[in-house]
């Protein structure tokens, strides 16, 4: 069962038959699936396909066999991809025994280990040719992204006492737990400087709210905080070129020149603007060089942001990542309607952090922005997320935002440029909820304090 030499020396780690025995195990013998699934996720496997496979098994459970499992691949437009029912039926019966399950998933975990150590080895090696970057940071990251590729071997559980060390090294280590602020004073103080790395936080509001405001300003900030970290935005609203110019009119504002992104991306300068606008861009290039990195598609499922997510963190350190906004996202099955579509898309991104993290040993927050059933002008409830599905339990930090009323528009104009937004803290994990903060939003030049 092991990979050829010569596939050795050029290809990453990897051992098809074994991946292949662990489905044809989980196709035969359904009561294999709950001890695989303690040993393997569908990350662990090299081939796309049998990740595919891996995942519609874990969905079925007990009920898995070909069939089944076909039947929902096929719910996804994935069956064609991974070879049809032949394909299921061919490694089912070059499966040697289900019996020996646990045996093959062992080694498609060593294989995916050893592609990890690969990856953070990587890692490292880039980090220490930067000269930009310190040295003791340089050795503190490797190590960290090392321990994280051990950790990441056992997933069947583990005791109180077997967890003992990690944890009193935890507890020794006197960093403190790292917060990505959103740039708003009262949201940040509510949350003890911000959003906390590792966290996947919904923002939600009507429109006019400031959602992509919010996102486009804690993306900006997060990149300039720090000389080596990174951001990854999604952005399914707005263009890349959108998005700079709501930076650019923030650095700008920033500089007490105010310079509305909306004329910005019309192009309508007076006198020396676009010069002004030129400069500010130049300057905030240098500034964050390569440190923001934005895919602007019309869509995407939560299993490709990940691979996305997971490719760019192997090759950076990265504290954020950005969705702007989940219901434009779908999760690959045609026949899904809208909330249970929403509730696969929720849960693939609440997922994101940790496979980050087990994959690269980065640990960023995850904002996804979302939709409200109510207008901008009213007090939203949690009840409220538009088709909401499982965000309400997913999310570890939830954040509600809305106008303050007297701003609201007469019939026919357009909302004030500048205005209170107000931000109910609907749930909160790590900290206290139930709170309304406000902030002062300047929505032409993309601030909001």
């Not at 496979?53 to 089944?68: P, R, S, V």
């Not at 809208?338 to 509730?343: E, F, G, I, L, W």
């Not at 994101?352 to 409200?372: D, I, Q, W």
């Not at 930090?397 to 007297?406: A, F, M, S, V």
Request: some cysteine; overall charge negative; hydrophobic content about 40%.
């Amino acid at each position: 069962m092991s990979s050829l030499p010569n596939q050795q020396a050029v290809l990453p780690p990897n051992n098809t038959e074994a991946e292949e025995a662990t489905l044809g195990s989980m196709l035969t013998d359904p009561t294999c699936i709950v001890k695989i699934g303690n040993q393997l996720t569908a990350d662990d496997y090299y081939l796309v396909k049998h990740q595919w496979i891996h995942a519609a098994c874990i969905e079925t459970g007990i009920n898995a066999d070909l069939l089944t499992v076909a039947s929902n691949l096929r719910q996804k437009g994935l069956l064609d991809e991974v070879g049809g029912e032949s394909y299921l039926a061919s490694i089912m019966a070059a499966t040697p025994s289900a019996m020996n399950a646990e045996g093959y998933a062992t080694i498609v975990s060593e294989m995916a280990t050893r592609r990890r150590q690969i990856v953070a080895a990587q890692k490292a090696v880039n980090a220490a040719m930067d000269y930009t970057i310190p040295l003791e940071q340089v050795q503190t990251d490797a190590a960290n992204a090392f321990k994280n590729v051990y950790r990441s071997v056992a997933r069947s559980g583990q005791t109180l006492k077997d967890y003992a060390d990690e944890y009193l090294e935890w507890l020794s280590d006197e960093t403190t737990v790292n917060k990505i602020p959103t740039g708003i004073k009262s949201l940040d103080k509510a949350l003890g400087g911000g959003m906390s790395c590792g966290e996947y936080v919904i923002w939600a509001g009507a429109p006019g709210a400031g959602k992509t405001l919010l996102a486009v300003q804690v993306a900006l900030r997060a990149a300039l905080a720090s000389p080596t970290q990174h951001v990854i935005m999604f952005s399914f609203e707005i263009s890349m070129r959108d998005i700079i110019s709501r930076m650019v009119s923030m650095h700008l504002a920033e500089q007490t020149v105010r310079l509305p992104y909306g004329r910005i991306i019309s192009k309508q300068f007076f006198n020396d603007e676009r010069e002004k606008a030129q400069t500010a861009w130049l300057e905030m290039a240098s500034l964050v060089r390569n440190r923001i990195k934005v895919f602007d598609p019309s869509t995407m499922t939560p299993e490709q942001v990940t691979n996305e997510t997971i490719a760019y963190a192997a090759k950076h350190p990265l504290s954020l990542v950005v969705v702007d906004q989940l219901h434009h996202m779908h999760d690959g099955n045609q026949r899904s309607d809208a909330k249970t579509r929403v509730s696969n898309v929720s849960r693939g991104l609440s997922m994101l952090a940790k496979k980050v993290k087990e994959a690269t040993g980065s640990s960023p927050v995850v904002l996804a922005l979302s939709r409200l059933s109510r207008a901008g002008y009213e007090k939203p409830e949690m009840s409220h997320l538009k088709e909401s599905g499982d965000i309400e339990s997913d999310a570890n930090l939830i954040l509600l935002g809305y106008r303050d009323p007297k701003d609201m528009p007469k019939p026919g104009e357009l909302p004030p440029e500048t205005g209170q937004v107000f931000i109910e803290i609907g749930k909160n994990r790590n900290g206290m909820s139930g709170v309304t903060v406000v902030g002062n939003m300047q929505a032409a030049v993309n601030i909001i304090t």
